[in-house]
């Protein structure tokens, strides 16, 4: 089986910075990836991560450290349209479907 | 990017009756994949939908609840059958990107609420 372990609710101020943490148990693994989720809307891609480090694009980062089974998801730069959930998921090894993990929702402040 | 419409985009049905929901995609893809999402939960996903074979149906869903056909390559069904209040819920399709399961491209969402 698997599991992945966020924070329920995060809060932040405008201008910011945060970070979404996610922990997994997976038997094989492949990548990590984070997808946003405004209210009402549908999941969008956000980014992946299949080795240990960094990916940055623009004001997201995520990063991975297999060793650690645990990886993040970096905003910055804060914006009220960051308002939204944040998912981690995970492609176990043999599988070929995505497992999400239990969801962050993020809050922008002024 | 794949593009996903579904049908209906909400629906408010009888306990006892059944809704089938339609996802189409602008391109051909190999696999589609249904989710259901409660409001506020995660997404969890309920079969995924190869063309030309049975879907494949994960713990705790099964084919004689949630009927799925695959007709061609761009295109799906996912029934609710014999409905109940507990089926109240968002009903998702995604296609991945390329062939790259990690990324996937989500429809935009049946909700559907059981009386």
């Known amino acids: 089986g698997q599991s992945l372990e966020q924070p329920s609710e995060v809060t932040a101020v405008e201008g910011a910075i945060v970070q979404i943490n996610c922990t997994y148990q997976?038997?094989?693994?492949?990548?990590l990836s984070w997808y946003q989720q405004h209210d009402g809307g549908a999941p969008t891609f956000l980014s992946y991560n299949g080795l240990d480090g960094l990916e940055e694009t623009g004001r997201f980062s995520s990063f991975l450290s297999r060793s650690d089974s645990y990886g993040y998801l970096l905003l910055q730069e804060l914006q009220m349209k960051d308002s939204a959930s944040y998912f981690c998921a995970v492609r176990e090894g043999g599988a070929n479907n995505l497992f999400f993990g239990t969801g962050t929702r993020l809050t922008v402040i002024p | 990017s794949a593009v996903i419409s579904q049908k209906p985009s909400r629906d408010i049905c009888q306990r006892g009756t059944s809704l089938t929901i339609q996802c189409q995609v602008d391109?051909?893809?190999?696999?589609m994949f249904w989710y259901r999402q409660q409001p506020g939960q995660s997404l969890t996903l309920i079969a995924t939908?190869?063309?030309?074979?049975?879907?494949?149906?994960e713990s705790g869903f099964v084919i004689d609840k949630f009927p799925i056909s695959r007709p061609n390559l761009t295109f799906s069904t996912l029934t609710v059958s014999n409905m109940s209040p507990e089926d109240s819920s968002i009903y998702l399709c995604s296609v991945d990107h390329e062939g790259y399961l990690e990324t996937q491209y989500f429809g935009p969402g049946t909700r559907l609420l059981v009386l």
């Open positions: 391109s051909q893809v190999t696999m």
């Open positions: 939908a190869n063309q030309g074979s049975e879907a494949t149906y």
């Open positions: 997976t038997s094989g693994f492949y990548g």
